[in-house]
């Protein structure tokens, strides 16, 4: 049995949240006539609109594998741990394994008791 979040199942599946907008497409105003700048926006906008039918679909996908028991969301205890397990400065890392800390439970084993 698979254990992943929806998001990670649609990431992938190439259908992540990152991959939607051209984040530097606005940098690239001034050097394009109005009529090739409103044909790079329809193309980023049907790009977009693709991806958002393609997410849509792999939702309902991974649905159906939850529903037929070959997949699980993890649980808050396997988030946090996976949480704990990030990058030491980020304070989401830190914060997580605070809470297990005082919870007794050690995010390096995995769960076990601290």
């Given at each position: ?44 906008a ?13 939702r ?55």
């Amino acid at each position: 049995m698979n254990i992943c979040t929806e998001e990670e199942f649609l990431a992938r599946n190439g259908a992540g949240r990152q991959q939607i907008g051209d984040a530097a497409l606005h940098k690239n105003r001034g050097r394009h006539s109005d009529k090739s700048w409103k044909r790079l926006v329809d193309r980023q906008a049907h790009e977009d609109h693709a991806l958002i039918c393609r997410r849509a679909e792999l939702r309902k996908e991974f649905r159906a594998l939850v529903a037929l028991g070959e997949m699980r969301e993890p649980t808050a205890l396997e988030q946090r741990i996976a949480t704990a397990n990030g990058h030491p400065d980020l304070e989401a890392t830190q914060a997580a394994r605070r809470l297990l800390a005082r919870r007794g439970i050690d995010w390096q084993t995995n769960g076990g008791p601290a």
